[in-house]
């Protein structure tokens, strides 16, 4: 019988110990592809992803101090992901200490970096139906995330108008798939619904081969999989990401979701006025 800890050893080789991307889309064709599914089932046009992150319940790790202590109160890495339309994963990363906050959890990654660096060979803005404007390629995230021309969240709560309730609302729906991920997820691999008595390497390797299985049993048995009606998890292990308090974005990044919410609000008038 082969050691358990070769076992570990031989998969952190395989999976760079933090960082896996799965299938993420690499060129411009493929990046639309995953945009067509978005606008085919939630009528976000130009959506790329829905993007979130989860804290991974883990061990207090020997020697490490208080860098894998939340702000939930317990030790954790941070499970980073996006997700298309099929509840699939593009792309995940997770390993970060889990008392990273601020929006900090994506640009610490090698996603954010590509990101930031813009080498995710994106496709170019392009036209909507009905609009001469160009609009980007944009990933949706939550309150989690800083706003960027790429990536857009929805708008604070408090003062909304009905223009902006409209495209909160579109947004909230294309982002559900990676909520709706992570919740299936913790569902069938209950593994990650409990703190994971391992130290930091080990309980992500763990949960990037859980992410790997959700994939293949989608590919496999996609109904049956994501129509599983287990138990709740329990929601003080498996977390979402403190939200951000970086308000500095940028007026080009804040004018892209303005736009968006134009567009979406001028569908929602044609729709109405057609009945």
């Known amino acids: 019988m082969v050691p358990a800890t070769k076992i570990f050893s031989y998969l952190s080789d395989i999976f760079c110990i933090r960082i896996l991307l799965f299938q993420m889309p690499s060129t411009s064709d493929e990046w639309k592809a995953i945009a067509h599914d978005f606008r085919t089932k939630f009528k976000f046009w130009n959506c790329i992803g829905a993007i979130d992150g989860k804290h991974i319940a883990i061990r207090n790790p020997a020697h490490a101090g208080s860098i894998y202590y939340n702000y939930m109160g317990f030790f954790s ?3 980073l992901a996006v997700v298309n339309a099929n509840k699939e994963f593009l792309m995940v ?6 008392r990273i906050s601020d929006g900090g959890v994506l640009f610490h990654s090698k996603f954010g970096e590509l990101f930031q660096e813009e080498k995710l060979n994106l496709p170019p803005p392009s036209p909507l139906p009905n609009c001469s404007e160009n609009f980007p390629f944009v990933f949706v995230g939550d309150e989690a995330f800083a706003l960027h021309t790429n990536l857009i969240k929805p708008y604070a709560q408090k003062n909304l108008n009905e223009e902006k309730t409209i495209f909160n609302k579109r947004l909230s729906a294309a982002r559900s798939v990676v909520e709706n991920a992570f919740g299936i997820l913790a569902s069938r691999f209950r593994v ?19 992410c790997y299985l959700h994939n293949f049993l989608i590919r496999e048995n996609e109904e049956s999989y994501l129509t599983f009606s287990g138990e709740a998890v329990d929601r003080c292990t498996i977390v979402e990401l403190e939200r951000t308090k970086h308000r500095n974005a940028s007026t080009e990044a804040k004018n892209v979701r303005d736009q968006f919410c134009r567009y979406f609000c001028a569908e929602e008038r044609m729709v109405c006025d057609s009945v």
């Open 77 to 79: 890495v941070v499970l």
């Open 93 to 98: 990363d997770v390993g970060i200490n889990g």
């Open 192 to 210: 990650l619904g409990t703190t994971i008595n391992l130290e930091p390497l080990k309980a992500s390797i763990i949960t990037l081969a859980c």
